[in-house]
């Protein structure tokens, strides 16, 4: 298999940091796998590291049992022109999609692949699905565009066989969405909290405590106005930490407001001392037995915070749409364009 490595040896002196990172270089090394596809990939999920999945464009699902040295490409029968934008999996045979274009929006397979059953149908006009979430085994929450003046927002008990709409939302504001560039606009924690971030004439949080039955609504001062403005991703490493990204998609280099914290589980977000770069995409809670930051990706870059948000460093200009690490590892993979996915390692110095 032919395997092109991207290092980058990034020198960074941490201002201000948590455990062992303190006055640490960390670099960042990039190693691209072959996929042989072309599809646009903005759906991940790692389940171990050896089980890789992922989704896009083209009816496209991906699967490596291997940790992305081989990749078992699958392509949904009847959904050539889906996009899925949103992807979860339990194993290497059990996952779930969700895409932008209905009605048949939700498919689960139990084979790796081979067969998909439709788990969501639904014909109501304007339905795009953004970004489906799963707290544990089988409380799920998927969420697409605003209809009617409210965020459609559907909640599962069992795993996706059943899926509900939620009524208990907060009104939207008009020209207000949600972002599917990284299956990452919904967070949902095993104890019940949920957030939902939101952008366009808005960039919003909306907060649940109960497993998404019930939510409030906070502002954020994250820039907003335009379609292509607004929060895009929305990570949390504990019911009250959290971190939020994004910007303007096509003025990458815009980069006022792009980020903001909390400590309060959402319920206010502050500014940080120092943004990301630039727009970013993609952002998550990485994490050892030791270790606990967050890392933030876009289609220009990518950039660390080790003290929870309050400061960004630049790490490299590499770029990709999604990132997931691979649990309880300073590792993980990134994927993006052109069915691009790489290996990602976080190297302490």
Same mark, same amino acid.
Request: net charge negative.
């Given at each position: 298999?032919?395997?092109?490595?991207?290092?980058?040896?990034?020198?960074?002196?941490?201002?201000?940091?948590?455990?062992?990172?303190? %006055?640490?270089?960390?670099?960042?090394? !990039?190693?691209?796998?072959?996929?042989?596809? @072309?599809?646009?990939?903005?759906?991940?999920?790692?389940?171990?590291?050896?089980?890789?999945?992922?989704?896009?464009?083209?009816?496209?699902?991906?699967?490596?049992? =291997?940790?992305?040295? /081989?990749?078992?490409?699958?392509?949904?029968?009847?959904?050539?022109?889906?996009?899925?934008?949103?992807?979860?999996?339990?194993?290497? %045979?059990?996952?779930?999609? !969700?895409?932008?274009?209905?009605?048949?929006?939700?498919?689960?397979?139990? =084979?790796?692949?081979?067969?998909?059953?439709?788990?969501?149908?639904?014909?109501?006009?304007?339905?795009?699905? #953004?970004?489906?979430?799963?707290?544990?085994?089988? %409380? $799920?929450?998927?969420?697409?565009?605003?209809? @009617?003046?409210?965020?459609?927002?559907?909640?599962?008990?069992?795993?996706?066989?059943?899926?509900?709409?939620?009524? @208990?939302?907060?009104?939207?504001?008009?020209?207000?969405?949600?972002?599917?560039?990284?299956?990452?606009?919904?967070? !949902?924690?095993?104890?019940?909290?949920?957030?939902?971030?939101?952008?366009?004439?808005?960039?919003?949080?909306?907060?649940?405590?109960?497993?998404?039955?019930?939510?409030?609504?906070?502002?954020?001062?994250?820039?907003?106005?335009?379609?292509? /403005?607004?929060?895009?991703?929305?990570?949390?490493?504990?019911?009250?930490?959290?971190?939020?990204?994004?910007?303007?998609?096509?003025?990458?280099?815009? /980069?006022?407001?792009?980020?903001?914290?909390?400590? @309060?589980?959402?319920?206010?977000?502050?500014?940080?001392?120092?943004?990301?770069?630039?727009?970013?995409?993609?952002?998550?809670?990485?994490?050892?037995?030791?270790?606990?930051?967050?890392?933030?990706?876009?289609?220009? $870059?990518?950039?660390?915070?080790?003290?929870? $948000?309050?400061?960004?460093?630049?790490? /490299?200009?590499?770029?990709?749409?999604?990132?997931?690490?691979?649990?309880?590892?300073?590792?993980?993979?990134?994927?993006?364009? #052109?069915?691009?996915?790489?290996?990602?390692?976080?190297?302490?110095?």
């Amino acid at each position: 298999m032919k395997v092109l490595v991207y290092l980058f040896f990034v020198s960074i002196i941490i201002l201000q940091s948590c455990g062992n990172f303190k %006055n640490r270089k960390i670099d960042i090394k !990039f190693t691209e796998l072959q996929t042989n596809t @072309d599809a646009s990939l903005r759906g991940l999920f790692v389940v171990d590291e050896n089980v890789v999945w992922a989704s896009g464009s083209k009816g496209t699902v991906l699967v490596s049992a =291997d940790g992305g040295e /081989s990749w078992k490409v699958n392509h949904i029968s009847g959904a050539a022109e889906n996009d899925f934008r949103s992807i979860y999996a339990w194993d290497k %045979n059990r996952a779930m999609v !969700f895409g932008v274009a209905g009605p048949a929006f939700g498919y689960a397979t139990e =084979d790796g692949g081979e067969t998909w059953e439709v788990i969501f149908r639904d014909s109501t006009k304007g339905l795009f699905f #953004n970004s489906l979430k799963f707290a544990d085994e089988k %409380n $799920g929450l998927a969420v697409s565009d605003p209809v @009617d003046k409210k965020i459609f927002l559907i909640r599962t008990e069992n795993g996706g066989k059943s899926w509900e709409r939620v009524d @208990d939302l907060p009104d939207a504001v008009d020209g207000e969405a949600n972002f599917a560039a990284s299956n990452t606009c919904i967070e !949902f924690l095993p104890s019940g909290s949920a957030w939902i971030a939101t952008g366009g004439k808005a960039a919003r949080v909306l907060y649940s405590s109960d497993f998404g039955e019930t939510w409030k609504v906070t502002e954020t001062p994250i820039v907003s106005g335009k379609s292509s /403005s607004g929060i895009f991703s929305i990570s949390f490493k504990n019911d009250n930490e959290g971190v939020i990204v994004g910007g303007i998609y096509d003025q990458p280099e815009y /980069s006022n407001n792009i980020a903001a914290y909390t400590i @309060d589980g959402g319920k206010t977000w502050i500014s940080p001392e120092t943004m990301p770069k630039e727009y970013r995409s993609c952002v998550q809670s990485v994490s050892n037995k030791r270790e606990i930051f967050f890392f933030s990706i876009g289609k220009t $870059g990518n950039d660390l915070s080790v003290d929870g $948000g309050k400061n960004w460093k630049f790490l /490299s200009e590499t770029g990709f749409y999604t990132f997931r690490n691979i649990p309880g590892e300073l590792k993980g993979f990134a994927a993006g364009a #052109n069915g691009k996915i790489s290996k990602v390692e976080f190297i302490k110095k």
